[in-house]
């Protein structure tokens, strides 16, 4: 079994409001607290998170981002989701979550796309 580990480089986008977490490692249960940690204390208009290096998440991190959503939403602002391979979207779509997220292959995508 793989050591799950999360490491989260954030920074600002590109636009003002913007910031972008750049997740390397696994969301899961063992990792999910840091995430959503950074995710509250993220006060942006827009958040995009790029998952290029993100090899897989679990029921936990699924819950995590849609918290994530949730609060973004209720709040009137806008969550992004960048680079998300194949396993990890297909969970999104079991799960039947995919609906609530915006997808993007590039930063620079998510960065350029208008505030929904």
Known sequence: MTQDFLRIEDRPGAQPGQRVLRL?????IAT???FQSTVRGDTSR?????FS???YVDSAGIGA?????VTRQNSGRNLSLVG????????LKVTRVEQFFRFFDSV???EEAPIA
């Open 24 to 28: 390397e490692g696994a969301l899961v």
């Open 32 to 34: 999910m607290f840091e």
């Open 46 to 50: 827009s958040l995009i998170i790029d």
């Open 53 to 55: 290096n993100v090899p």
């Open 65 to 69: 981002l849609v918290g994530a959503y």
């Open 84 to 91: 998300v391979s194949e396993r990890i979207h297909n969970a």
């Open 108 to 110: 620079s995508a998510a």
